[in-house]
């Protein structure tokens, strides 16, 4: 699995805010979900995207440096996102994931984008996009412990809530999940 960027800014040569006005324009022009690459060369760009991305709801996913060009990855949130959400009953923090997610029993869930997924994920998790988890339910085993992870907590706990009305009974939700994650990771090149 590799990133799929569905659009690409150039901003190389620009000087602020130009990288921040291209990338208004252009995150626009996707659909929630996508994931916009902008290509920068000021230096200054990656703080500003960072910003603008936590004030608009969007998510900056990452970053990668080639020869002195920025490529900075920022996915489209959709409003479902950002929105309160009832709040899965069976809930635990990252903590408590850390503590039992090398258990034989246990399955690490991650319900994020592909391409958030490719940047940055905890070892041994399991990709499935909350848009593809009914149609691939079957796949995971429900005698496991699946523990369901997001970037914020809202997507797995819309995805834990699909699978208990699915009939899995050892779903727990991670809250806040990737977004304050500070064990190990990994990545998809």
């Known amino acids: ?16 805010p130009m990288p921040i006005v291209k990338t208004k324009k252009a995150i626009e022009s996707i659909h929630a979900g996508e994931v916009l690459e902008v290509q920068a060369t000021d230096r200054g760009s990656l703080a500003d995207l960072q910003g603008w991305a936590k ?16 490529y900075h990855y920022v996915r489209k949130a959709d409003p479902e996102e950002t929105k309160a959400v009832e709040p899965f009953p069976n809930e635990e923090n990252n ?25 940055s994920h905890i070892p041994g998790a399991v990709s499935v996009p909350l848009g593809e988890l009914e149609e691939k339910m079957n796949e995971l085993d429900a005698s496991k412990n699946i523990h369901v ?13 699909m699978l208990k009305d699915k009939g899995f009974d ?8 990737m977004s304050e994650w500070d064990g190990p990771t990994e990545s998809i090149e």
């Open 1 to 16: 699995m590799s990133m799929k960027v569905n659009e690409t800014v150039d901003a190389k040569g620009l000087a602020c």
């Open 55 to 70: 004030t608009t709801g969007h998510e900056y996913v990452g970053s990668k440096e080639k020869s002195d060009v920025l």
């Open 95 to 119: 903590e408590q994931l850390k503590a039992v997610q090398n258990q034989d029993d246990v399955t690490i869930l991650d319900v994020r984008e592909p391409a958030e997924f490719a940047f």
């Open 149 to 161: 992870v997001c970037r914020t907590g809202n997507r797995s706990s819309m995805a834990a809530q």
């Open 170 to 177: 050892k779903v727990v939700n991670v809250n806040p999940g």
